[in-house]
């Protein structure tokens, strides 16, 4: 809402540019990956986080779904990332008090709570903590373990600056009763007089992105959570499972510190449950959840004994690659129940007794040693007041109200929402919205991109050449994630034999600020010129310890990173003398390669500020238009003769938003737009040169140069026309697949409403040998069928047959109103199959309903088949052209399922849409959003790095064969005219090494990777 | 008649000015207030009690609130120490099995298949005394335990309270 003073001040500013900087409220990983996009796309970000450190939730889960990667390991670079960038302002223990103005010209009063520690001065050593008298419950452990009144709040924190709870420290409650961590503080760092400051910020959009908390189940007494010491919520159960948790890792349960030996979970704890938890919806998460934690429970279980049981109604695994990991589960032993328990018994040895009805009807007893509540997630009563006073409305679940076609829009104009503060989601989907609301601050604000943000300025570089190498060891214990299995310390003391080796240290975190910052003191103090961290993976850790070394003025490809992790502990849990053993060969190689690195230049390639998007669908237009808005122009390759795509066979979203409507003015935008030039009727030919200049030929000739590209190219509608999935599809005129009935209803059809009797198959096609994964869509798209056939006439009886209804998030109300309307929903397995038949022209259904245990049979005349979403059948050339790789299903693989969901591993090429993975339109639209955000990233700059481990020819040895120029999968070698030896273009040179394989003459090396660092490696892991 | 009329106007919303207030809640009061003064110390024998908690007047009706004072009340008559609770208790108890005419319709081996449950769940407490306040569920947990051969006695609340009045000198 504008409020009047604000009109007044429209009239004298109208002229004045929007400001350059935007507002985000949350340090989880949405916020975190908002303020990410915004701050390395030309925006100040000012990054307000309400307690002492950033990472939210997700900083406290053990392992994500469906990677198993370690949560904190994924997501500590990150914080790291946003805690050192010099264009994110982060403000911790601080709230938003108001926020004035309109979009482009927003006035923002911030309180900033005092730490009571200048974090200027604080060193994160710890000794304030450990002389703190006062013990506290945790609020990062969930109250399972404790912390001290000063205290950090979690081991990886960002900022790693300790803080003092005001509410429990001694001295500031009765002041000259305590004091002792003041006496301590090696660096005079704790400032009891440290107050409440209100200040203002003046920026141009808002993203909110406030995140969830778990569902309290103390209400909900038939669990006995609260009074039963052996019932604990998932959230907890993370807590349990979590290196940094109360008990370290080695599963314990509350009563008597135990190692559990059978655990039950128990789904839809708050969630789809209107009667007792006043929640409809479905959490979305919970059931992958629940499967990983009884997966990853497996693996810290020390007897091997563990079993795990789940207790679910709708086993609801309807994301990328989760259909795999239930199976995976399964076939590992983990048993789940169709069932609800309605009653949890104390048993003796403070054992639990679960009574529940089992799918046969006959009520069953079981004892569990611990029971895992699936808490769902719900709004924080302190997060509805701040939407309250910011006029940014709610649902009536309390989630904020967002619309399918703008999704990550709020009700407030310039004011945008991602993550599971709109509905709950899992964290690719949050990191997505988080980019599309990054996207939608930045189409406000891109005339005053670059007008705010400060550049970075690293201390010039040592010349290293003359100086004999002293190499620095950093050996990293990962929390217990290493030093459980390896003995650090022995590697540490190895390390300092080694030659060349001037010093070693062992750390709790490596890439911890803390740490970091002191590496940065210990290079410019020791003199080192060569550095070797042992701890986890490159993937993950190099740029952040490369950027360390140029921070203290060496060349950041003086460098090796030795993973004594993945490669190591992980590994060899078993055998730690082993692994001790391997950790110093693998420090020892290291040491050796690092010896003979010689410095790198760093390369750039200039952008051609132009996108290149393939696919003329809602994807493709939403992701052209994002960036057209923005400035960028876009050239649109669309296979057909006109836009829209599968869209155009869509009649409505599941909200009730007509789709057609949407899309007419989608395509007239598009097609008026004067930064987007359409090419229709066009494929993708031939793709050369990588991220900043592409050069691609279409089939209709037309030549393109651009700097980014985003692969928008959809999915197709599985046609059951013959095999087992058939049921009469193409032989009787009416059995239709969704979409086609969704053409009836686009047409009017009057003959739909003279129907008595309508049966929807689900799964046709999916979650089947030859195609095992969920198509996410179909549940939530029959069910809405089923209630438009039920507007157009009542008394139809409608019939759904399905496996499992898969109505996440808010779609769960559908399914209710469905059932409230008397549409039948019939279970069925892959067992018993329903059979169709035709008699004398008439479609005859038989199913076994298993609740009256009896076959059914059903007399339909209208068969709708939920039919799969499948991958298009040519886009496997496509990926080949950009370099990008596919599922085994046949999708596109983004670079990492949880926190790259729309960049390929190829820089520069993104993904956006259905061939990504099925998904419904308000998704869609918010990775085509998010996926210009990311293009933006590109475009927005004048250069992008290029790689700098390029390969380089010794013209000595070059006999100008050529083998080079044709192995090189992009183009960069060429041979000299004038010379006739090969030369390698540095901007397109990845450091791939297949033209040094390539080579016959020995000529072409790899920087930094060639015989001489390579050897001396191989040979380092040969001695003894 | 209790619940009934308790339901109706709730359900109906009709207006009225009474208040509905439970036996066990109006001991409650007056031993709290020292008006009624009981004595526990005829339980010299350590006889455990437990209780029911009756549907209609716990969860459909005034709440946990009655099902504590029904607590205190049998913790003040018998010893706190001789007081053994059931799970799930209050408002979360078990049905007894009788209740919705089951009692005086027939079908005599329905209601008791239903009753095991609760048969199961008293039984396990170990206790000598099930103190039943409601007239329905007294009678059906008498017939479960006599039928299943339960060791314990089905009693009201006052047949107790009778032995731990402590009359005063002055009446």
Not at chain 1, 114 to 128: F, M, N
Request: aromatic share 8%; net charge neutral.
């Amino acid at each position: 809402m504008i409020r009047p003073e604000d009109k007044g001040l429209k009239g004298k500013e109208q002229m004045s540019r929007p400001k350059g900087s935007v507002l985000v409220v949350g340090g989880g990983i949405a916020g975190v990956q908002a303020a990410l996009d915004l701050a390395d796309s030309g925006f100040y970000v000012h990054l307000v986080e309400r307690s002492s450190a950033i990472g939210g939730s997700m900083s406290q889960l053990d392992k994500t779904f469906p990677t198993n990667d370690c949560s904190a390991c994924i997501l500590s670079p990150k914080l790291v990332e946003a805690g050192r960038h010099l264009n994110i302002n982060l403000m911790t223990l601080s709230q938003v008090l108001g926020v004035e103005g309109e979009p482009g010209n927003f006035r923002v009063r911030v309180r900033k709570n005092p730490r009571y520690v200048d974090p200027e001065k604080c060193i994160a050593c710890g000794t304030c903590a450990q002389k703190c008298p006062k013990k506290v419950p945790s609020e990062f452990d969930l109250g399972l373990g404790t912390r001290k009144a000063i205290y950090l709040r979690y081991p990886q924190a960002v900022p790693l600056k300790y803080a003092i709870d005001a509410d429990a420290c001694i001295y500031i409650k009765k002041p000259g009763r305590c004091g002792f961590c003041q006496k301590v503080c090696p660096t005079g760092a704790i400032n009891f007089e440290d107050r409440p400051e209100e200040i203002t910020l003046e920026v141009g959009s808002v993203i909110l992105a406030l995140g969830f908390r778990p569902f309290d189940p103390s209400g909900l007494d038939f669990t006995g959570y609260g009074t039963l010491k052996n019932v604990v919520t998932s959230m907890e159960f993370e807590r349990l499972l979590s290196p940094s948790g109360p008990c370290m890792g080695h599963m314990e349960r509350p009563s008597d510190k135990k190692e559990p030996e059978k655990i039950a979970w128990l789904q839809c704890v708050g969630s789809r449950d209107v009667n007792r938890a006043c929640h409809g919806y479905c959490s979305s998460v919970c059931c992958m959840y629940a499967i990983k934690q009884a997966v990853i429970a497996r693996e810290h279980s020390e007897s091997g004994r563990l079993s795990s049981s789940i207790f679910f109604m709708d086993m609801r695994t309807h994301g990328k690659g989760f259909e795999a990991y239930y199976e995976r589960a399964k076939r590992e032993g983990i048993d789940f129940h169709r069932a609800r328990v309605h009653t949890i018994l104390p048993a003796p040895n403070e054992n639990l007794r679960l009574r529940y009805s089992g799918e046969d009807g006959e009520i069953k007893e079981e004892e569990f040693d611990l029971v895992v509540l699936s808490v769902g997630l719900e709004t924080d009563p302190e997060v509805m007041k701040l939407c309250h006073s910011l006029d940014v409305e709610l649902d009536h679940d309390n989630f904020v109200s967002t619309s399918p076609f703008t999704p990550v829009a709020t009700s407030r104009p310039g004011i945008f929402v991602c993550g599971t503060l709109a509905e709950p989601k899992d964290i690719p989907q949050s990191v997505m919205e988080a980019s599309a609301a990054a996207c939608g601050a930045g189409s406000i604000l891109h005339e005053s991109r670059w007008t705010e943000t400060r550049k970075k300025e690293f201390p010039p570089e040592k010349n290293v050449y003359a100086e004999p190498p002293r190499i620095g060891v950093f050996v990293c214990s990962c929390g217990i994630n290493i030093a459980s299995v390896v003995d650090v310390e022995e590697v540490t003391q190895y390390a300092r034999t080694l030659p060349g080796v001037v010093f070693a240290q062992n750390n709790l975190f490596t890439c911890s600020q803390d740490t970091i910052n002191q590496m940065v003191e210990t290079i410019k103090k020791e003199g080192l010129n060569r550095v070797v961290v042992a701890s986890c993976t490159p993937r993950t850790h190099e740029a952040l310890f490369q950027e360390t070394l140029r921070e203290a003025g060496i060349n950041k490809f003086l460098f090796e990173m030795a993973n004594i992790r993945d490669q190591d502990s992980w590994v060899h849990q078993k055998w730690p003398d082993a692994a001790t053993r391997k950790a110093k060969d693998l420090v020892r190689m290291a040491v050796a390669k690092v010896r003979g690195d010689e410095p790198l230049p760093y390369n750039h390639v200039s952008v051609t500020k132009r996108a290149l998007v393939i696919g003329g669908g809602v994807a493709g237009m939403v992701s052209a238009l994002s960036l057209a808005d923005q400035g960028f122009p876009v050239c649109l390759v669309e296979r057909k003769d006109s836009l829209g795509g599968h869209a155009r066979k869509f009649y409505r979203t599941w909200q009730g938003r007509p789709m057609q409507d949407y899309l007419e003015e989608l395509v007239r935008r598009v097609e008026t737009h004067p930064e987007i030039d359409v090419q229709l009727g066009a494929t993708i030919e031939h793709v050369e040169g990588s991220v900043g200049q592409f050069r691609t030929r279409l089939s209709n000739g037309f030549e393109v140069e651009h700097g980014v590209a985003i692969v928008a190219v959809g999915a197709e509608s599985f046609k059951p026309r013959s095999g087992p999935w058939n049921y009469l599809y193409g032989k009787n005129p009416n059995v239709h697949t969704l979409l086609e009935l969704d053409q009836r209803f686009i047409r009017d059809d009057e003959a739909l409403k003279g129907l008595s009797q309508a049966v929807f198959i689900h799964c046709v096609g999916s979650r089947v040998p030859e195609r095992p994964y969920c198509s996410r869509v179909c549940c939530t798209h029959a069910i809405d069928q089923a209630l438009k056939l039920k507007e157009l006439n009542p008394e139809m009886d409608i019939f759904m047959l399905y496996r499992d209804i898969r109505t996440y998030g808010k779609r769960e109300y559908i399914y209710q109103e469905a059932r409230e309307k008397g549409i039948v929903f019939i279970r069925y397995d892959l067992d018993n199959l329903p059979r169709v038949n035709e008699q004398d022209g008439n479609i005859v259904v038989d199913v076994i309903d298993p609740i009256i245990d009896r076959e059914v049979r059903l007399h339909p005349d209208l068969l709708v088949l939920a039919s799969a979403v499948r991958p298009r059948d040519d886009v496997g050339e496509l990926s080949k052209l950009f370099k990008c790789t596919m599922t085994e299903e046949g999708f596109l693989l983004e670079a990492h399922m949880k926190l790259r969901p729309v960049d390929f591993a190829t820089d520069g090429v993104y993904l956006a849409g259905l061939c990504h993975y099925p998904k419904p339109v308000e998704e869609t639209i918010s990775q085509a959003q998010a996926a210009a955000s990311r293009a933006s990233l590109v475009l927005s700059r004048d250069a992008v790095p290029a790689e700098s481990v390029t390969a380089v020819v010794n013209v000595m040895k070059c006999t100008g064969c050529a083998v080079c120029t044709q192995v090189c999968a992009y183009h960069a070698v060429t041979i000299d005219k004038n010379s006739g030896k090969a030369v390698v273009d540095t901007g397109l040179c990845k450091g791939c090494g297949a033209c040094v394989a390539g080579c016959r003459s020995d000529a072409i090396t790899i920087k930094n990777l060639g015989n001489e660092q390579i050897m001396a490696a191989v040979e380092a892991a040969m001695e003894e | 008649m209790f619940y009934a009329t308790l339901e109706g106007l709730r359900r109906f919303n009709i207006p009225h000015k009474f208040e509905f207030i439970s036996v066990i809640s109006l001991y409650a009061q007056l031993i709290r207030e020292g008006r009624l003064k009981v004595d526990s110390s005829w339980n010299r024998e350590g006889l455990k009690f437990t209780c029911q908690d009756p549907c209609k007047l716990v969860r459909q009706g005034l709440g946990d609130v009655v099902a504590d004072d029904l607590r205190f009340v049998i913790k003040a008559v018998a010893g706190e120490e001789n007081f053994v609770d059931s799970w799930p208790r209050l408002s979360n108890n078990y049905c007894c099995g009788g209740g919705g005419g089951a009692l005086q319709a027939g079908f005599v081996e329905n209601r008791r298949r239903y009753g095991r449950v609760k048969f199961d769940q008293l039984a396990s407490t170990g206790a000598d005394v099930v103190i039943t306040p409601c007239h329905n569920c007294h009678t059906q947990i008498l017939d479960i335990c006599d039928f299943y051969g339960g060791k314990w006695k089905t009693t009201h609340l006052w047949n107790w309270l009778e032995k731990a009045l402590v009359l005063d000198d002055k009446a």
